[in-house]
């Protein structure tokens, strides 16, 4: 009996969390046949850190030196599913017209505060896992064309089946000091904080251990060169500062060892939610011309107002000057917004189980 072939199209590096506890869930069951793919690229470095994340974890690859190429392989393949990230970019592209299969499953990678996880409705796509009731309606109201499907952010089954040996790993490799506090710096690509904290942070945070975790625009693409070279600059100038190596592609791990995270406009002000401690989130940005000279437009093109809403969960600062004492604050009383933590995750993820790659499971078998 031929077995279901599954392709898991990881356009981007930072896609593959989104994958990965689904991809555990099922890679043994023997009616499926699986395979990866990424592009042959926006940026040569990122393709080349998501080969070598596949070798390293033994995937079995498609992959061909262009991407006309790499989409004739997957022809090849045929498979009967591709579960994406995204449906702007990729072999979806290629098959735009061709009729009844494969079907796309997208396992949006980012539940955050942009309004691109709206905009983002191919028809092409068949079936969206959604993380929320909240979410089912907001897309909805949106046009989204798919069939959704409630199973919850897989992503973060992880958070809730806590590995103390795997995060006393991640302590030792990245030598924190067990006598101090570790706050998580994890600002996104664009609209980012770096630009207004980067000649803060390094002092507001003495006294703890401060990893930072970029997102990987930041480090493969050449407009938030700037960007970078702060934060190389604040790794070098700080010696409780580790600034995580581009080919981290997965949060949680470094998630799971700190005590309080700062961001801005990122999707992890959600992620973090499962753990129930406290998050600085950072609403000022540096923003390029345009957006500066029409507040508007912005507004209304990247952020999506209403999700934007959720804000009594974290503490929001706009003068870096001010983030040591918003730090203190928290480290000293870190279950203050618990309340209201746990009423997000609620109204946001909704599912607090961990066992969302179950649920995918169960919706995907019966597609099959």
């Known amino acids: 009996m031929r077995k279901i072939r599954i392709l898991?199209?990881?356009?981007?590096?930072?896609?593959?969390?989104?994958?990965?506890?689904?991809?555990?869930?099922?890679?043994?069951?023997?009616?499926?046949?699986?395979?990866?793919a990424t592009s042959t690229g926006d940026s040569v470095q990122e393709r080349d850190s998501t080969l070598r994340h596949f070798a390293a974890n033994e995937f079995r690859v498609i992959y061909a030196g262009t991407e006309e190429l790499r989409c004739n392989a997957i022809d090849r393949f045929d498979p009967d599913f591709i579960i994406i990230g995204w449906s702007r970019k990729g072999y979806l592209e290629h098959v735009l017209y061709r009729?009844?299969?494969?079907?796309?499953?997208?396992?949006?990678?980012?539940?955050?505060?942009?309004?691109?996880?709206?905009?983002?409705?191919?028809?092409?796509?068949?079936?969206?896992?959604?993380?929320?009731p909240y979410r089912m309606e907001q897309l909805k109201r949106h046009g989204c064309h798919a069939t959704l499907l409630p199973a919850g952010f897989i992503k973060l089954d992880p958070l809730f089946h806590p590995d103390q040996t795997a995060s006393d790993a991640v302590r030792l490799e990245l030598r924190l000091d067990p006598r101090r506090k570790t706050v998580l710096y994890a600002p996104t690509y664009y609209p980012s904080s770096i630009g207004i904290v980067k000649d803060e942070i390094g002092g507001a945070t003495r006294g703890c251990n401060l990893i930072v975790k970029l997102h990987n625009y930041t480090w493969f693409r050449p407009e938030h060169a700037a960007d970078l070279a702060s934060m190389k600059d604040l790794a070098r100038n700080f010696d409780h500062v580790r600034l995580l190596p581009p080919d981290t592609v997965n949060v949680l791990p470094?998630?799971?060892?700190?005590?309080l995270m700062i961001t801005d406009a990122s999707s992890v002000m959600f992620e973090y939610l499962p753990?129930?401690?406290?998050?600085?989130?950072?609403?000022?940005?540096?923003?390029?011309?345009?957006?500066?000279?029409?507040?508007y437009f912005f507004r209304k093109t990247r952020i999506d107002q209403e999700t934007a809403g959720f804000k009594d969960f974290f503490d929001p600062i706009e003068d870096p000057k001010k983030l040591r004492g918003c730090i203190d604050r928290n480290l000293a009383d870190p279950m203050r917004?618990?309340?209201?933590?746990?009423?997000?995750?609620?109204?946001?993820?909704?599912?607090?189980?961990g066992k969302s790659a179950h649920r995918l499971l169960e919706q995907f078998e019966k597609l099959l």
Request: net charge positive; proline share 6%; charged share 25%.
């Open 337 to 353: 917004l618990s309340s209201a933590r746990r009423k997000c995750l609620k109204d946001v993820l909704y599912y607090a189980d």
């Open 99 to 132: 009729p009844g299969r494969p079907v796309f499953i997208m396992m949006y990678h980012g539940i955050g505060i942009k309004s691109a996880y709206y905009r983002d409705n191919s028809r092409r796509v068949q079936y969206r896992v959604v993380e929320s």
């Open 8 to 36: 898991f199209e990881a356009y981007n590096y930072y896609h593959l969390p989104q994958y990965l506890p689904f991809y555990n869930l099922i890679k043994d069951d023997p009616r499926f046949d699986i395979y990866f």
């Open 254 to 259: 470094y998630m799971q060892v700190s005590d």
């Open 275 to 295: 753990l129930d401690r406290p998050l600085i989130v950072f609403t000022r940005y540096k923003l390029i011309w345009r957006h500066w000279l029409f507040r």
